[in-house]
């Protein structure tokens, strides 16, 4: 089996030259402007791999010159790159990664430039060969972010401009990246209901499992803004259903949040993919209670009848008719008494059913004989013989009959 390193050096099928060893030596020496000067200057690769597997960007990773870096970064470099042993700038010093309290990537030091606006614009007026005619001509990173932490690859798919996000995917976009707010692209177009946009991430190998910096996936967005055709592209592309958001938030569900926006038809789709109805929140709230307490009739009909349990408590004691009062919905405190009046008669059936199984066999076999109809008896024939019955008699006409015909 060809060994990582080969598999790099295959892909990259470059001979190594004089002017990519000075490259490696300026990074050696944490010289960022000769860096710089040999990127513009030379149009060098800076996670080329030497015979020892290693580039200039993961030497100086490895090193910590986060000027050189910055060079680099600002060149366009992928920070995700691994080198020869499988290793990012995130695993060798992940105390130089750009990360912000929320934990997402920025860029360290680039000046936004009149192109990057230029992109920028292109995308907000849905003009694809306006962007695609930016990014070859002037070599932009569309997912370069401004002083407000937005991208042009972020605004495509928030606004739904498929065109662009398509001319921007075939340019070789990290569908990964996030924005400054911790959102991947397929977060974007989750939250704002963009069907088409949610597709074309997918397809290009976009994870569906991937979570912001709130723990919340893409279907968690969805949920949210009630959007059913993104759901049902998620689903299909095997989202969980179950995954709760971070602890610090609320742990809820995606069920648990649409059922909060009182968005009852996107409810019964989760529950018939299989999301777990009875499912808690960190305060053990279950999607019952949450839509009782928003007023939510049709949702609340929609978790009953899919067995959402109205007697279990939240951490505070309280169960679902009491979270039903926030309201004083009398329909929605109707179906909470029929549901646990179902619930206490299907205990009683158990029960009994339990009991008659545990009795004795000839108790059984009592029951059994008690219960077999019996035979009902032939009617005798009538009394007499022909010659006793009268003329006058309506069975006269009957008895002249051959027996045969009787």
């Given at each position: 089996?060809?060994?990582l ?5 295959k892909a990259d099928s ?8 000075k490259?490696?030596?300026a ?5 960022a ?6 990127l ?17 960007f993961h030497?100086?990773?490895?090193r910590?010159n986060?000027?050189?870096l910055?060079?680099?970064l600002?060149?366009?470099?992928d920070?995700?790159?691994?080198d020869?042993s ?6 060798m010093?992940?105390q130089?990664?750009?990360?912000t309290s929320?934990g ?9 430039t009149?192109?990057?606006e230029k ?6 007026y849905?003009?694809?060969?306006r ?9 932009l990173?569309?997912t370069k ?6 991208s ?6 928030m ?6 996000l398509?001319?921007?995917?075939a340019?070789?976009?990290d ?9 991947t692209a397929?977060?974007?177009a989750?939250k704002h ?5 949610v597709?074309?991430?997918l397809q290009?190998?976009?994870p569906?499992?991937v ?6 996936t ?8 009630g959007c059913i055709?993104c ?7 095997k989202?969980?259903?179950n995954s ?6 609320d ?6 949040l649409?059922a909060k926006m009182?968005h009852s ?5 989760l529950l018939?993919?299989g999301?777990?109805?009875?499912s808690?929140?960190?305060q ?9 307490e928003n007023g939510?009739v049709?949702?609340?009909?929609v978790?009953v ?21 926030a309201t ?15 619930r ?14 545990t009795s004795?066999?000839s108790q059984s ?9 019996r035979?009902?008896k032939?009617?005798?024939p009538?009394q007499g013989?022909?010659s ?5 008699s309506?069975?006269a ?7 045969r015909w009787?």
């Amino acid at each position: 089996m060809k060994s990582l390193k080969a598999k790099f050096k295959k892909a990259d099928s470059q001979d190594w030259t004089k002017n990519d060893e000075k490259l490696l030596q300026a990074v050696d020496y944490n010289d960022a402007g000769r860096v710089t000067s040999l990127l513009v200057r030379k149009g060098l690769v800076a996670t080329k791999l030497d015979s020892e597997g290693k580039s200039a960007f993961h030497l100086a990773a490895m090193r910590g010159n986060v000027d050189c870096l910055e060079a680099m970064l600002a060149h366009g470099v992928d920070a995700m790159t691994k080198d020869s042993s499988g290793e990012s700038m995130a695993t060798m010093c992940p105390q130089l990664m750009p990360w912000t309290s929320r934990g997402h990537w920025c860029s360290l030091s680039q000046d936004w430039t009149k192109n990057d606006e230029k992109l920028l614009q292109a995308v907000d007026y849905n003009d694809a060969g306006r962007v695609t005619s930016l990014l070859v001509r002037k070599g932009l990173v569309a997912t370069k972010l401004d002083s407000e932490g937005k991208s042009a690859f972020h605004l495509a798919a928030m606004r739904g401009n498929v065109d662009c996000l398509e001319a921007m995917l075939a340019h070789g976009v990290d569908a990964m990246t996030k924005d400054s707010s911790g959102f991947t692209a397929l977060h974007l177009a989750s939250k704002h209901g963009h069907p088409q946009c949610v597709s074309k991430l997918l397809q290009a190998s976009c994870p569906v499992d991937v979570a912001d910096s709130s723990g919340r996936t893409a279907l968690h967005h969805a949920a949210v803004s009630g959007c059913i055709s993104c759901s049902e592209i998620l689903c299909d592309f095997k989202a969980p259903l179950n995954s709760k958001d971070k602890v610090e938030i609320d742990g809820s569900t995606p069920l648990i949040l649409a059922a909060k926006m009182s968005h009852s038809e996107l409810c019964r789709y989760l529950l018939h993919r299989g999301a777990a109805v009875n499912s808690r929140d960190l305060q053990g709230r279950t999607a019952l209670m949450l839509a009782c307490e928003n007023g939510s009739v049709e949702t609340v009909e929609v978790l009953v009848n899919a067995g959402a349990r109205v007697a279990v408590v939240d951490s505070t004691g309280h169960d679902a008719a009491h979270y039903s009062l926030a309201t004083g919905n009398a329909l929605i405190q109707h179906f909470l008494q029929e549901a646990a009046q179902r619930r206490s008669w299907a205990s009683e059936e158990e029960t009994t059913e339990q009991t008659s199984q545990t009795s004795s066999p000839s108790q059984s076999s009592v029951r059994e004989k008690d219960s077999t109809p019996r035979k009902r008896k032939a009617p005798l024939p009538p009394q007499g013989t022909p010659s006793q019955v009268r003329e006058g008699s309506p069975l006269a006409p009957w008895l002249r009959l051959p027996l045969r015909w009787r």
